[in-house]
């Protein structure tokens, strides 16, 4: 889509002057917009909103499908770019969006959208595209008028029985990755196969694809039904995951530790399930596999995983992950063990440090 002249300028929200619009949870759903910003979408919803590393961008998405892009400049919040989502599906006529994720600034200004249908596309800004840092750094908003954002890949088309129920680009130092959870447990890592050419059909392919089950917390049934590849297993299904961050500099000083054992910086993801539960999974090169490091829940409730979030490492010997199941927001502290030689069996011990409803 061709970006118009940046117009409806708004001031940004004078309690999170770096963060840009506010937002609130509207009864009907959707995110409903302050006072402050009503000029963004007057009287309408966000059905999602994101910002980029920077807090320079922001992208929202309305119930009509349409996204669009604002940048922070001169104080002012700028409208400078948006277009319409549309499905793969010939029978849905208009295409809400359920999800929007920048990825990591040193790769440029580029988006994953997950659609109401299921749908995970890419889309970038032309302008500012792989290896063009300076462009990126330079850029105002009278620029970013004369801006186009392409779709690169359509990773996944639209589907009526897979649910796509989270995604989250990897941290910069593993490539130009994403990886997205599937309702039924299936975890699918994409990757730019080239990334100066990123936008080109085809450079974005399936690098990895394992089943991150929740097994502690599985009846007979649900394990039948986890072996599909369209059905979701009622306590095995995935709700959100969460890449580890990229380790510090200290962590390299610990090279022989017990903790580098286990926490190194082999990719690893945190994943969460509808039965409550948080499986951490980490690839190993040597198996060529993902193998599960750790399971843990703190509620005895069936309540799901809305969310999880992994803090730096800032050096430290552990590793802690929040998580929010139902009310309740938790903290753990996860310590790995000596390398295990069965590749299947965990080797983190977990402990809840911290819990409040």
Same mark, same amino acid.
């Given at each position: ?50 910002? $980029? ?11 009509? &499908? ?58 970038? $800004? ?41 995604? /989250? ?15 039924? &447990?299936?975890?699918?890592?994409? /990757? ?29 049934? @649900? ?18 995951? /969460? ?11 610990? /090279? ?69 199941? &139902? ?11 000596? @390398? ?18």
């Amino acid at each position: 889509p061709s970006c118009p002249h940046p117009s409806n300028p708004i001031q940004p929200n004078p309690i999170l002057p770096r963060r840009g619009v506010a937002a609130c949870v509207s009864p009907a759903g959707g995110m409903r917009h302050s006072h402050t910003a009503t000029q963004l979408e007057e009287g309408g919803f966000f059905t999602a909103l994101a910002y $980029d590393d920077t807090r320079s961008f922001c992208a929202t998405a309305t119930p009509a &499908g349409e996204l669009r892009i604002w940048q922070h400049s001169e104080g002012l919040w700028h409208s400078c770019c948006s277009w319409r989502i549309s499905s793969t599906d010939a029978a849905v006529a208009s295409l809400g969006v359920r999800q929007i994720v920048w990825c990591r600034a040193q790769h440029g200004l580029l988006v994953a959208v997950v659609g109401e249908d299921n749908s995970v596309s890419i889309w970038e $800004d032309a302008l500012v595209g792989a290896g063009n840092e300076a462009a990126l750094q330079g850029r105002t908003h009278t620029t970013r008028g004369q801006s186009t954002w392409t779709n690169c890949a359509t990773l996944m088309a639209a589907s009526r029985t897979l649910h796509v129920c989270d995604v /989250q680009f990897a941290p910069a130092e593993l490539g130009l990755a994403l990886a997205v959870a599937c309702g039924n &447990g299936t975890i699918r890592i994409y /990757q730019a196969s080239d990334e100066v050419a990123r936008a080109e059909q085809g450079s974005w392919q399936l690098l990895e694809q394992f089943q991150a089950i929740d097994r502690e917390n599985m009846q007979p049934a @649900d394990k039948s039904l986890s072996n599909g590849t369209n059905h979701a297993a009622p306590t095995s299904s995935c709700t959100c995951l /969460q890449w580890r961050p990229a380790g510090s500099a200290a962590r390299a000083e610990r /090279q022989h530790s017990a903790v580098d054992t286990a926490f190194n910086e082999r990719p690893t993801l945190a994943v969460g399930h509808r039965s409550g539960a948080v499986t951490v999974w980490e690839y190993r090169e040597s198996h060529r596999q993902w193998v599960q490091l750790s399971c843990f829940s703190g509620s005895a409730a069936a309540d799901p995983v809305e969310d999880i979030a992994w803090a730096p490492n800032m050096g430290r010997a552990q590793e802690y992950i929040a998580t929010a199941v &139902g009310p309740v927001v938790s903290i753990w502290q996860l310590d790995a063990l000596d @390398d295990a030689a069965d590749a299947s069996a965990p080797c983190v011990r977990s402990r809840c440090v911290f819990s409040h409803a």
